[in-house]
């Protein structure tokens, strides 16, 4: 079968490319850039750093910083009169996935017009969009890279997964040196989503020889350094290294794609508001546990690329091991269960129901080596729960 890869035009990547963003604006044809960010990003001054580099090179730059975590189709109302105020010609998404998805999502609108929903999976969206550079500022979502946006539908809480290349960023700007100062408990959830997309794109019934390579990469590369980055956020090795991962997962799963973790995750942060990297850890050991059966090859691959089995293990046994080993990380980056976040078990108990069926529904789970059925999903939400 045919893989179909998509990829951004252009790639910059290495600590403290993001200076070089007027060029790649210039690159791309555009000279009315809206740098579509968040608060915290404008309160660090990393925001109007940038807005200032696009002014000395003589780009006529706007910035609207507006984007929520999470975002909602309400929340992107804002930004689309952004985009038509300043007549950008370019979105340049800045920050975690939150404000990357939502330029991705400008970009579309404020071409095509409409309700977000109408583009939601199993929609597939060609264009015509604004181009986008993406920026990230944390390692973890790949949005940069992606052919994906997540916006929460406001009237229904339902997290809608839109795909197709309208999504994907023209250019991607990809500096370690702006993840510096990320807190550790943002550290461990991106770095453990940057990890679920690995694996879950390398095990995905999608999987293709060109993901696959990728896939082995980041998920070492994650081994080496996601507990010492949580650890000691200064150490540029580390955050390099996990940079360069989240990125290469993000091509992963753009060109594969996710399963079973993400289509049970994105219904707890839409019902509970629990971050989407979060969600992803608290369903990581539980549901490749769940899945191992069908595919114990490729989990033991994972296993031996993360460096917790060996090439003499057997399959069954390398795979067992890497579940014990999600269960270790899950523990030394302090995850949360559910419960422990503060959830309670009565309103976690009557979200089942509707978190299955949108589970089911955005059609991810169907890409799992192992097909859940309702009653499967339902019972791994409450395995998490404690």
């Known amino acids: 079968m045919t893989a179909i890869i998509a990829l951004p ?25 809206l740098l579509v960010t968040d608060r915290f990003l404008m309160g660090t001054g990393a925001a109007s750093a940038l807005l200032d580099e696009l002014s000395r090179a003589g780009l006529e730059p706007a910035v609207w910083a507006d984007t929520v975590p999470d975002p909602t189709t309400d929340s992107l109302v804002s930004g689309l009169s952004a985009v038509a105020d300043h007549n950008a010609d ?3 998404g800045f920050g975690g996935g939150s404000p990357l998805d939502t330029a991705k999502a400008l970009a579309l609108l404020s071409v095509q017009g409409g309700e977000m929903k109408h583009y939601k999976a199993p929609r597939q969206n060609a264009g015509p969009a604004l181009p986008v550079v993406g920026i990230p500022t944390t390692a973890g979502s790949g949005s940069e890279s992606t052919q994906y946006t997540i916006i929460t539908d406001s009237a229904t809480d339902e997290k809608m997964l839109c795909t197709g290349a309208a999504f994907l960023p023209a250019a991607t700007i990809v ?9 550790a408990r943002l550290t461990a959830d991106t770095g453990i989503d940057a990890l679920t997309h690995a694996v879950e794109a390398y095990v995905s019934r999608k999987a293709n020889i060109f ?39 993000g091509i992963a799963f753009s060109n594969s794609s996710v ?19 979060m969600s992803n850890a608290m369903l990581f050991p539980a549901v490749t546990r769940f899945s191992v059966p069908a595919a114990p090859s490729r989990y033991a691959d994972c296993a031996r690329a ?12 390398a795979a067992e091991r890497f579940v014990d080993e999600l269960v270790s990380l899950s523990r030394d980056l302090a995850v949360p269960t559910p419960e422990a976040f503060g959830i309670a078990n009565d309103a976690w108990e009557s979200k089942i129901p509707v978190m299955v069926e949108q589970a089911l529904a955005s059609g991810s789970p169907s890409n799992n080596p192992r097909i859940p059925s309702a009653d499967d999903v339902a019972a791994v939400y409450r395995e998490i729960y404690r």
């Not at 035009?9 to 850039?33: C, H, K, N, Q, T």
């Not at 980041?218 to 090795?237: C, E, F, P, Q």
């Open 90 to 92: 370019l979105l340049i």
């Open 9 to 33: 035009r252009v790639m910059r990547i290495g600590g403290g490319s993001s200076s070089e963003v007027a060029e790649v604006i210039g690159d791309l044809g555009a000279s009315r850039p």
């Open 175 to 183: 500096d370690f040196e702006l993840t510096m100062s990320m807190p």
């Open 306 to 317: 993360w460096g917790c089995a060996s090439d003499t293990d057997d399959d069954l046994l």
């Open 259 to 277: 399963a079973l973790v993400h289509g049970m995750s994105r219904p707890i942060g839409a019902h509970f508001h629990i971050a989407h990297g």
């Open 211 to 249: 993901t696959d390579g990728l896939c082995m990469t980041a998920i070492a590369m994650i081994g080496r350094h996601l507990r010492t980055a949580y650890a000691d956020g200064t150490d540029r090795v580390a955050r390099e290294g996990m940079m360069i991962a989240a990125t290469q997962a």
